[in-house]
């Protein structure tokens, strides 16, 4: 039995290296293929929004994904996310600008008419 398994092992060793090498078809060795690219890259003429991110899939690679597909969208996030941050910076200290007063409050400086005490 034991022998059996060895043998088989052996058959199915053989079969792969034949398979990856080329051998009995005459077509050589697996074929070159090009590595699979990201089909919807991130827009960009607008900044990005939800339903991109949504619909972001990174093509697999041998070992995960393609790293510079995931470098060039989160640097693109990040970018996009600083700016953000930065307007909402800028628009919060608008914000409280025009809410504490100027100055103490404008008080009329006319002399008022005496009122008659009778």
Do not use: N
Request: net charge negative.
């Amino acid at each position: 039995m034991f022998l059996f398994l060895v043998i088989a092992l052996a058959v199915v060793v053989a079969a792969v290296t034949l398979a990856v090498v080329g051998g009995g078809e005459g077509t050589g060795p697996l074929p070159e293929v090009a590595p699979e690219r990201l089909h919807d890259p991130l827009p960009p003429d607008r900044p990005v929004d939800r339903t991109d991110i949504d619909r972001l899939r990174f093509p697999l690679a041998a070992r995960g994904y393609r790293m510079a597909d995931v470098d060039d969208a989160l640097s693109r996030l990040a970018a996009e996310l600083a700016e953000r941050d930065a307007r909402i910076a800028d628009l919060e200290s608008a914000l409280a600008g025009a809410r504490t007063p100027a100055g103490p409050p404008h008080v009329s400086m006319e002399k008022q008419a005496p009122e008659d005490h009778q």
